[in-house]
């Protein structure tokens, strides 16, 4: 992982650019998942990476990177999906040099694998692993080295947080990755989830700190609520799963 990826807690987070020039940011939605994908770029370097790309929208991203003049360095995912399939091994044949990110712990194929406290650098910025495990085993969340926003995954969602019920889930371990690893950022820090349901596309830590109705909680009471959830299987799990085992090396369909 030489170059862009750095390993560990011995690196220093690079510190962003006193010039003034904001991050470029995009969020885009696909609506049958109702994921957010996160285009996210320096505008001096041109380098940029994307968070959690699906695979029906890949093309409408690789043109957005291209339209902006962009690098794409890497595809990174939050963790493995289950009602989606990743972009990530389409947006490596679209965007040659652009390569597939995941957690070790996911268990997961990719080209380059992070663990907690890893830092992804794209030009002048860096994003900060934060392993927060409870959805899946290899949840992370991603906090840009400023700590202004942060890319939650299916950990933290706007008023609510990924379900616990399958793919070794924990209730347990989600509460105290939430309150351990993302609460204790700024309260202005932007919280940008993997999906919403209800057309909200940005909170903040301070906002779900006082007003998640699920992590404002006893960690007790909070294991109940979600040992009671009933919700349907995802639509997608049986095949969305298994692709997203080979994170970003299953060959691109035809």
Known sequence: MAGSVLRGAERQLSQLSG????ILLRQMFEPKSCTYSYLLGDRESREAILIDPVLETAPRDAQLVKELGLRLLYAVNTHCHADHITGSGLLR???PGCQSV?????GAQADLHIEDGDSIHFGRFALETRASPGHTPGCVTFVLND???????????????GRTDFQQ???????HSVHEKIFTLPGDCLIYPA?????????TVEEERTLNPRLTLSCEEFV????????PKPQQI????????????QTPPS
């Not at 999906?195 to 909170?203: E, I, K, N, Q």
């Open 19 to 22: 010039s003034g020039v904001p």
């Open 93 to 95: 044949s679209l965007l």
């Open 102 to 106: 995941i957690s070790r712990l996911s």
């Open 147 to 161: 700590h202004s926003m942060a890319f939650t995954g299916d950990a933290l969602l706007i008023r609510g947080c």
């Open 169 to 175: 889930g924990c209730a347990k371990t989600l509460y």
């Open 195 to 203: 999906h919403d349901y209800r057309g909200l596309t940005v909170s």
């Open 224 to 231: 109940k609520v979600m040992d009671n959830l009933n919700l």
């Open 238 to 249: 049986d095949f969305a799963v298994p692709a997203n085992m080979r994170c970003g090396i």
